[in-house]
Nanobody, 125 residues
Framework: QGPLAESGGGSVQAGGSLRLSCVAS????????MGWFRQPPGKEREGVAV????????LYSFSVKGRFTITQDNAKNTLYLQMDSLKPDDTAMYYC??????????????????WGQGTQVTVSS
């Protein structure tokens, strides 16, 4: 098993909710970026929500802002993505990612050095 392990994906109808979890092994840095990306069928990977661990900054993509919420439980070494008001366009493989902090946490996949195996989210209309 790698340093990140996602769970919580599944199939849901539009308007429903899911909560994704990412259990992480300890990281070498006290400050780092960690968050969620997704890859819809036939499309490129895109950022969903990333957080500055050690700070308070969170970045959401325009398409999920107001519907998705990223939280963390330090005691459980777990990052969550609460997804509400799901839409068919949210259908994708969702990946947890972690990487060094370079002064900001952005949706740049090459700045993340650890990735989970992915968990599938399917939203039907």
């Amino acid at each position: 098993q790698g340093p990140l392990a996602e769970s919580g994906g599944g199939s849901v109808q539009a308007g429903g909710s899911l909560r994704l979890s990412c259990v992480a092994s300890p990281y070498r840095e006290d400050r780092y970026c960690m968050g969620w990306f997704r890859q819809p069928p036939g499309k490129e990977r895109e950022g969903v929500a990333v957080a500055y661990i050690g700070g308070t900054s969170i970045l959401y993509s325009f398409s999920v802002k107001g519907r998705f919420t990223i939280t963390q439980d330090n005691a459980k070494n777990t990052l969550y993505l609460q997804m509400d008001s799901l839409k068919p366009d949210d259908t994708a493989m969702y990946y947890c990612a972690r990487g060094r902090w370079y002064g900001s946490c952005l949706f740049r996949p090459n700045e993340y050095d650890s990735w989970g195996q992915g968990t599938q989210v399917t939203v039907s209309s």
